[in-house]
């Protein structure tokens, strides 16, 4: 069964800094997507990025991107230049192409300070 | 175009109710699932559905039902309420499974 790992449960950045958010997943097959949502405190899920792992670009979305590395299934969320606005619940998420379901991490809390 | 549409936002249920959590999206999406979030354990599968009368079962089914009648409602109903049931619960859809979920903005149900 594939597994979603946070390893990080909380973590804090200094506003207009770089933080990185860690995720590992594990898997047997070799077409899938992977995910970042953010979960600010209106509860409501917001999808961040979306990476299909058929493709070697890492993607990109304005301050957030990825670092995707496949063959050591590791996704991690790099936010750049952070505001006080980033500070939520991040969720790592993968959906296989085969079972039509998406399973979730346990999420790091992101803390912004001032 | 409202995406996915949860109703009721909060509820308190007694030990042993049952009720419905409905669940609808008006953007003609063939996937539904419903997730379940507790603090410290992200958000876990309860059942879903990859169109109108097609369900499966997710990571933690038992205490509930779902049917699909239709590709724009998915239903969740609670048979017995327990307080292990207190959670928040997502209802999300997506055009193509993995592709990414739109979700709904949470049902607040706590149990006593």
């Known amino acids: 069964a594939q597994t979603v790992t946070q390893s990080q449960p909380e973590m804090s950045v200094q506003e207009a800094e770089t933080v990185t958010l860690s995720c590992t997943y594990d898997?047997?097959?070799?077409?899938?997507?992977l995910f970042w949502y953010k979960q600010p405190p209106s509860r409501q899920m917001i999808l961040v990025i979306r990476q299909e792992a058929y493709k070697q670009q890492n993607a990109t979305e304005n301050r957030f991107s990825v670092n995707f590395q496949k063959a050591a299934k590791s996704f991690s969320l790099k936010i750049s230049d952070s505001q006080l606005g980033d500070a939520a619940m991040y969720f790592c998420a993968y959906g296989g192409n085969r079972d039509d379901k998406i399973i979730f991490g346990k999420g790091t809390r992101l803390h912004i300070l001032p | 175009n409202a995406g996915v549409t949860q109703t009721p936002k909060f509820q308190v249920l007694k030990t042993g109710q049952s009720m419905t959590l409905q669940c609808a999206q008006d953007?003609?999406?063939?996937?539904m699932s419903w997730y379940r979030q507790d603090p410290g354990m992200g958000l876990r599968l309860i059942h879903y559905s990859v169109g109108a009368g097609i369900t499966d079962q997710g990571e933690v089914p038992n205490g509930y039902n779902v049917s699909r009648s239709t590709t724009e409602d998915f239903p969740l109903r609670l048979l017995s309420a327990a307080p292990s049931q207190t959670s928040v619960y997502f209802c999300?859809?997506?055009?193509?499974?993995?592709?990414?979920?739109?979700f709904g903005s949470g049902t607040r149900l706590t149990v006593v």
């Open positions: 999300a859809s997506s055009r193509q499974g993995p592709y990414g979920y739109t």
């Open positions: 953007m003609n999406h063939e996937y």
């Open positions: 898997t047997s097959e070799s077409d899938y997507y």
